[in-house]
């Protein structure tokens, strides 16, 4: 089983800069897709960004040149470093994790998930 917890949330303003991290445990991630999703206030979850070890990372539209996902070396802690925030990004920040084929953006595709970490962006 992997264990994933995420931290980094919290209170900022609207053009502040917040980076979220996510650390797996339990079992070697580094050959999984990460991924962060979002729940805002009576929303769905949605995607924000997803990142193998190698290759391109993914982004939403509503993220892209504002946000950045990382992995470290060995790939088993993901970072998201969130800039220009706005209050639309406010909501719950879940981590995910994949070692199954399927759509990246999809978070149907995703077989382990964090807790997931607030954060609130005041206008």
């Known amino acids: 089983q992997v264990q994933l917890v995420e931290s980094g949330g919290g209170l900022v303003q609207a053009g502040d800069s917040l980076r979220l991290s996510c650390e797996a445990s339990?079992?070697?991630?580094?050959?999984?897709?990460m991924a962060w999703f979002r729940q805002a206030p009576g929303k769905e979850r949605e995607f924000i960004a997803a990142r193998r070890s190698w290759g391109s990372p993914y982004y939403a539209d509503s993220v892209k040149g504002r946000f950045l996902i990382s992995r470290d070396y060995a790939g088993n802690t993901v970072y998201l470093q969130m800039n220009s925030l706005t209050p639309e990004d406010t909501g719950v920040f879940y981590c995910a994790a994949s070692d199954r084929g399927g759509y990246v953006y999809d978070h149907t595709t995703y077989n382990y998930w964090g807790q997931g970490t607030q954060v609130t962006v005041s206008s």
């Open positions: 339990g079992r070697t991630v580094s050959d999984y897709v």
